[in-house]
């Protein structure tokens, strides 16, 4: 497995994947151990988001002591509609970002995303000094990854700087995106067995997004 794959393994998080799994699980209970799971994958990926020292006095004396790099510009980037069940963590842990929503759904017979949305406003300081959180909990084909990452590629921000959050990993979907962006970090708190015919994670939780917003009648 690439180098760039991380796997968050912690009793925790595999806690909260079951009841993800489990059909039972109603909205509430699920959205309560995805929000749960969220803090863990961020705070895996964001391990590598640049630091510089700052001078400060604590009550005891003056000393150094790390802050992210204020030079920086972090954009996290829901794919709607199931990513944005990372936004308000992604916000809350880290408040300066800039939220750039990427609106594709899928073509349920060849499974290739549609694009409906992606409206940036504005201009990027430094693409080579921009950092990019791409939010989908299912990686399942990676063909909205694919398009996703793709879509900052263009901007001139390096691969290196992008980083993949996902719940939920497939292993087809994994193979795409690490051969096509080989320095794109992937983080994840499962990788699952395979897709079915329908482009589905198994064992996986089903639909995501049917499952955050009770799309289910
Ligand atoms: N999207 C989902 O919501 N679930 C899957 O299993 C695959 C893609």
């Known amino acids: 497995m690439s180098e760039n794959i991380y796997v968050v393994n912690h009793p925790l998080v595999a806690h909260n994947l079951t009841v993800l799994r489990d059909k039972n699980s109603d909205t509430e209970k699920f959205n309560q151990a995805l929000k749960r799971i969220s803090y863990a994958l961020f705070f895996?990926?964001?391990?590598?988001?640049?630091?510089?020292?700052?001078?400060?006095?604590?009550?005891i004396c003056d000393t150094k002591s790390p802050v992210i790099n204020p030079e920086i510009e972090i954009i996290v980037s829901p794919i709607l509609r199931a990513g944005l069940v990372f936004s308000d963590v992604a916000q809350e842990l880290l408040p300066f970002c800039?939220?750039?929503?990427?609106?594709?759904?899928?073509?349920?017979?060849?499974?290739?995303?549609?694009?409906?949305?992606?409206k940036m406003k504005g201009k990027l300081k430094d693409p080579l000094k921009t950092f990019v959180f791409i939010l989908d909990p299912m990686l399942a084909t990676?063909?909205?990854?694919?398009?996703?990452?793709?879509?900052?590629?263009?901007?001139?921000?390096?691969?290196?700087?992008?980083?993949?959050?996902?719940?939920?990993?497939?292993?087809?979907?994994?193979?795409?995106?690490?051969?096509?962006?080989?320095?794109?970090?992937?983080?994840?708190?499962?990788?699952?067995?395979?897709?079915?015919?329908?482009?589905?994670?198994?064992?996986?939780?089903?639909?995501?997004?049917?499952?955050?917003?009770?799309?289910?009648?």
């Open 98 to 118: 800039h939220i750039h929503h990427l609106g594709m759904y899928r073509n349920e017979e060849t499974l290739e995303p549609i694009w409906y949305y992606n």
């Open 44 to 59: 895996e990926g964001t391990k590598f988001l640049p630091t510089v020292e700052k001078q400060v006095s604590t009550p």
């Open 142 to 217: 990676g063909n909205s990854g694919y398009d996703a990452v793709h879509n900052f590629i263009k901007q001139q921000i390096p691969e290196e700087n992008m980083i993949f959050i996902s719940l939920i990993s497939a292993p087809e979907g994994i193979e795409k995106l690490t051969k096509a962006y080989p320095k794109l970090k992937i983080i994840t708190s499962k990788i699952d067995e395979k897709l079915n015919d329908k482009g589905y994670i198994v064992p996986g939780l089903g639909d995501a997004g049917d499952r955050i917003f009770n799309t289910v009648y």
